[in-house]
């Protein structure tokens, strides 16, 4: 079958335009947070996140995404300002060891991401597609941002407890969500090549209901908008990886294993950065513009060959 055509688009951020089309960008998770689902704690001294930034960048991310809150299922918000402590110290530390490099803000806060932007990030990406502040689509306006909008179901509190969505839901569930999120943060004066669209893997959808997202992710250029993809680490790979194959043919499968609550080792880090590249090749296949990834490395790898046969299906 052939695979997508992917869109060109020139995507501008507050202080550049990047174009998107060609080559897949890398955007590397930099967590600063005590509680994320996979690094949890690993990175959340100011020293600490500075070297992992930097590492991240050697290793070839196009992009930094800086987050100071975890958004794990059951997750506890914090304020703003505890938010703010976290981030801005790294992130204008990431920036005077690299001034060139393109940060952007992981916040649905609008007095973060202003903040943020004002200390020389250039993109805002919102888990909430601005609907957990009011703010926060006519702030990424008056700034100018580059602005990524992600589609979430309910909150993190929620998730474990939402009623199920049937296969052939999951789509026209994204594809009209995100049109309303585009079109409200377009309302209020944020440009249009300024935005991007994430069909948010893992929030507000349980486990299978994330494949066939993956599999119809080219329908979502219809939408006329660059799409990023966050499959990194997520738990429906890892609980499809780990399964293991029924011993007679014909029985019935075991049960995927349980997602750990509790970060991972790092010996078995090798484990997930599989399951992920799979997934990532997937979805650059399928036309994503940006892949947004813990281990900037083999996402780099595997998105040079996916672009290589791309380029030659043109």
């Known amino acids: 079958m052939p695979f997508a055509v992917r869109p060109h688009f020139e995507w501008r951020l507050q202080r550049r335009t990047l174009s998107l089309g060609t080559r897949t960008l890398i955007m590397g998770i930099l967590n600063v947070t005590p ?19 930097l590492e991240m960048l050697d290793q070839g991310a196009d992009i930094l995404d800086l ?8 997750s506890i918000a914090i304020s703003p300002e505890e938010e703010q402590a976290r981030v801005l ?14 940060l952007s803000i992981d916040t649905y806060h609008a007095e973060t991401a202003r903040l ?9 990406n919102d888990v909430s597609g601005h609907l957990w502040d009011a703010a926060m ?8 941002c580059g602005a990524i909008l992600m589609h979430t179901r309910g909150r993190p509190q929620q998730w474990r407890t939402l009623p199920p969505l049937a296969t052939d839901e999951v789509l026209p569930l994204v594809l009209g969500d995100l049109r309303e999120r585009a079109q409200a943060a377009l309302a209020a004066g944020v440009a249009r090549d300024s935005i991007a669209l994430d069909p948010g893997f893992g929030f507000g959808k349980a486990f299978a209901e994330n494949y066939p997202l993956l599999a119809q992710f080219d329908a979502l250029h219809t939408l006329g908008f660059p799409l990023l993809a966050g499959v990194s680490r997520k738990s429906f790979l890892n ?8 011993r007679n043919p014909g029985a019935p499968q075991p049960a995927p294993e349980k997602e750990p609550d509790a970060p991972y080792l790092a010996s ?15 979805a650059i296949l399928a036309g994503a513009h940006i892949v947004r990834v813990h281990d900037v490395l ?3 790898q595997a998105a040079a060959i996916a672009d290589r046969i791309l380029a030659a299906g043109e």
């Not at 987050?67 to 059951?74: C, K, L």
């Not at 943020?116 to 805002?124: D, K, L, S």
């Open 35 to 53: 509680d994320s689902f996979s690094d949890g704690g690993q990175f959340l001294s100011p020293g600490a996140g500075l070297g992992h930034g």
């Open 67 to 74: 987050g100071g809150e975890s958004t794990r299922p059951n």
């Open 116 to 124: 943020a932007i004002e200390a020389g990030a250039e993109i805002v």
């Open 268 to 282: 078995e880090m090798w484990a997930r950065e599989l399951p992920t590249t799979v997934a990532n090749t997937a």
């Open 89 to 102: 110290p790294v992130l204008r530390a990431v920036l005077a060891a690299r001034p060139e490099a393109v």
């Open 137 to 144: 689509s006519a702030t990424c306006a008056a700034l100018g």
């Open 298 to 300: 083999p996402a780099r």
């Open 239 to 246: 609980r499809t990886a780990s399964a293991r194959p029924a």
